[in-house]
């Protein structure tokens, strides 16, 4: 059996109470008896059972992902999955739910965070692109109580170091050696799309694609990066423009989430077959690996990446560390054969 804090309290040879003063951080225990705890802590193994706890005081957590409000499938494939955290986590009194913002409006996004309260939000995780106004925000968050964690595009300068999601500049390397690999030519250009270079997914994805490009691909020239800003219309006017000047391309990479568009573009325009890297497990790009239309999708768990997050906010609430091991995402690399 598990030690009971009244097993606690005969081995440090102290009252409940005491236990109770010294495991809540309270005051009014002399520095001596707390040494005498947390060494009978250490010798029977006492773990406390937080969840119990929290029970006990009717604590609950509510949690809130902040996610763009355009984005096509990989948007809807996350929502699924908070929708699903929340109730998987709901016997643990965590409310978790999706808010979906204009993320590109660093102002609207920092009025949203700095109107949150520690009282009604516990924590929130946050998915948008880099910037002072997002920065600051999440620095009066931290401020106020209220835990953040990076969602899937970080926030570098950011107060909170946690981060949820896969290594972006190896991500980026993968795809680059998918690239080479799979081409049948030695020579040829390179695509790379992306919503937003303003996202620093994207930019530390570019780094990582030209990296290896660069190193072990010569014959292989990347041209420079297209922002598709999410519009179909606009698009299409960037790589009509980009075909009709660059006939010899021969591989497209796409470094955002939302593959659908380009890939209709490129279907549309190509002349000759493509290598085609994507990123994300949706049912476009499933459907796409099965008929040939892409090569591969390098691809991060999205139940992991909700779960993940959970886990390192109910952490912080209750000061504890989160175990890195168990939140680590991996880059995974999907072809048809293995759907």
């Known amino acids: 059996m598990r030690p009971t804090a009244k097993d606690l309290a005969v081995e440090a040879g102290v009252s409940l109470a005491t236990i109770d ?12 008896t707390v040494n005498k705890v947390n060494e009978a802590i250490k ?5 406390r059972n937080l969840a119990a706890v929290n029970l006990a005081r009717k604590k609950s957590y509510q949690f809130r992902f902040l996610l763009p409000d355009h984005g096509d499938q990989f948007m ?3 929502v699924r999955q908070i929708e699903e955290a929340s109730k998987a986590f709901a016997d ?4 978790v739910a999706a808010i979906r913002l204009p993320v590109e409006d660093p102002y609207k996004l920092a009025a949203y965070l700095g109107a949150l309260e ?5 924590g929130i995780a946050i998915m948008a692109p880099e910037s002072p106004q997002v920065r600051d925000a999440i620095n009066r968050l931290l401020e106020r109580g209220i835990e953040v964690v990076q969602f899937l595009t970080g926030q570098p300068k950011a107060g909170s170091n946690d981060f949820v999601g896969i290594d972006n500049h190896a991500a980026g390397a993968t795809a680059a050696q998918l690239i080479g690999r799979f081409s049948t030519s030695i020579r040829g250009k390179i695509l ?3 919503e937003t270079m303003q996202a620093r997914d994207s930019i530390e994805r570019r780094l990582g694609f030209d990296e290896v490009i660069n190193r072990e691909y010569p014959g292989l020239q990347t041209l420079p990066s297209v922002e598709t800003r999410g519009d179909t219309a606009r698009t299409a006017r960037i790589f009509e423009n980009v075909f009709a000047n660059h006939p010899d391309i021969s ?3 796409v470094m955002s989430a939302e593959a659908r568009v380009p890939i209709g573009e490129i279907s549309r325009l190509a002349t000759k077959p493509l290598v085609k890297i994507v990123h994300e497990r949706t049912p476009f790009t499933e459907a796409a690996l099965r008929s040939g239309e892409i090569d591969a999708v390098i691809a991060q768990n999205s139940g992991h990446l909700v779960r993940s997050a959970v886990r390192i906010l109910k952490a912080r ?4 560390v989160p175990l890195a091991s168990q939140e680590k995402i991996r880059i995974e690399i999907l072809i048809k054969e293995n759907l």
């Open 317 to 320: 609430n209750d000061q504890r």
């Open 43 to 47: 010798r029977i193994g006492f773990v």
């Open 92 to 95: 643990e009194m965590t409310d």
């Open 76 to 78: 809807n494939v996350l």
């Open 21 to 32: 003063r010294v495991l809540n951080g309270r005051p009014g225990v002399k520095p001596r």
């Open 118 to 122: 520690a009282d009604t939000t516990q």
């Open 251 to 253: 591989g497209i990479y």
């Open 192 to 194: 790379i799309v992306s």
